[in-house]
């Protein structure tokens, strides 16, 4: 028997879920929990429950995840918020 590494983070499971869903869910918990706590810390990333039409939280530690669960990483939620416009070359060639 070989042991197998984890991943530090989980991964979401792309081959089992809806991305655009699951990102679009992510993104309206995660925008709900700045409303409602502007002042908290980042959270690690969101959790989702699939069985639970979308539903989920914010967490703050790596999450232990049931089979029905997603972890989608604070850097997919805030999505494209990071990177600049102004870093693409502007010719084309």
Same mark, same amino acid.
């Given at each position: 028997m070989g042991s197998s590494v984890q991943p530090l983070t989980p991964q979401p499971r792309w081959d089992r879920i809806n991305s655009a #869903? &699951?990102?679009a +869910? @992510? $993104? $309206?918990?995660?925008?709900? %929990?700045l409303e409602c706590s502007p002042t908290h810390p980042d959270p690690l990333g /969101? &959790?989702?429950a699939q @069985? +639970? *039409?979308g539903? *989920? $939280? /914010? &967490? %703050? #530690?790596l999450p232990v995840l049931l089979p029905e669960e997603q %972890?989608?990483?604070? #850097?997919? &939620?805030r999505g494209r918020s990071g990177r600049s416009r102004s870093s693409r070359s502007p010719l084309r060639g």
């Amino acid at each position: 028997m070989g042991s197998s590494v984890q991943p530090l983070t989980p991964q979401p499971r792309w081959d089992r879920i809806n991305s655009a #869903e &699951v990102i679009a +869910s @992510a $993104r $309206r918990i995660y925008f709900h %929990f700045l409303e409602c706590s502007p002042t908290h810390p980042d959270p690690l990333g /969101v &959790v989702i429950a699939q @069985a +639970s *039409g979308g539903q *989920g $939280r /914010v &967490v %703050f #530690e790596l999450p232990v995840l049931l089979p029905e669960e997603q %972890f989608i990483p604070l #850097e997919l &939620v805030r999505g494209r918020s990071g990177r600049s416009r102004s870093s693409r070359s502007p010719l084309r060639g």
